[in-house]
């Protein structure tokens, strides 16, 4: 059990110049790093922090524990998890990216460890900076109103709007999700021009010496690629034998 995704859509996937995950192996974080105008850049960070109540010897708890155990770390997991992200973000801060961090702390985001660890390196959580009335839980099977997951960010990205939604909505999951929308001039520096979608270029067919150069170029193909010749011998094959499903398959292959 246990590990981190993230998916980059529509607009900021031309955008992405790296991505990279936690170098452990342990799946306790991933990135994707975005290009912007004149030097900035955005790297979004997914964070999954285990929780240490949850009996049994697989949890991920557990298994971060055997293998800082092995490596001789001074940490347990979640103390470790913070240590060795706070120097990843170090150094990213260093490089001057803005950082966009959603995280599963496992506790209430507003305070411990969770809330001392962000705020030294200087970053907030841009839902509850938007709203300042207390947060739902958002986790389902809290009882006391914490949001144990957070989107954090550094000072120079301002939410423009965020929120959560209902348990439920959106996807399968025990979480709420949350949400933040960001524009492209605090993220990348521009509004971003909308994207222009290729058009297919389609046959003229009403023009006899473009449909004469199209099939000419067809049978050329036929050729070089040797389609022409596995299909005779196909049909040979299957003219001598009879149809089968295993024919049917190779059919469907050519």
Known sequence: PGGVGMIASEEVTHRIIATGKDPTGL????????QGRNGIRVRTITVYRP???TPGATTTYQQQNRYLQRHQSDFEPREAL???LHRACSEWLGAGDQLIIGIDANEDVRTGQTKEFFSTLGMQEAILARHKKSPPATYNRNTRRQPIDGLFV???????SAGYEAFGVGCPSDHRILWADFTYATA????SPPMTRPEIRRLDNKNPRTVEKYVKEVR???VQTGIAKRLFAFEVKADQLGWNPQFQKEYDDI
């Open 220 to 222: 050329k193909s036929l």
């Open 27 to 34: 799946g306790r974080w991933c990135w994707i790093h975005l």
């Open 51 to 53: 929780c240490n109540d």
């Open 188 to 191: 990348f520096g521009f509004n």
């Open 82 to 84: 913070y240590e060795d």
């Open 154 to 160: 550094t000072p120079g990205l301002k939410a423009v």
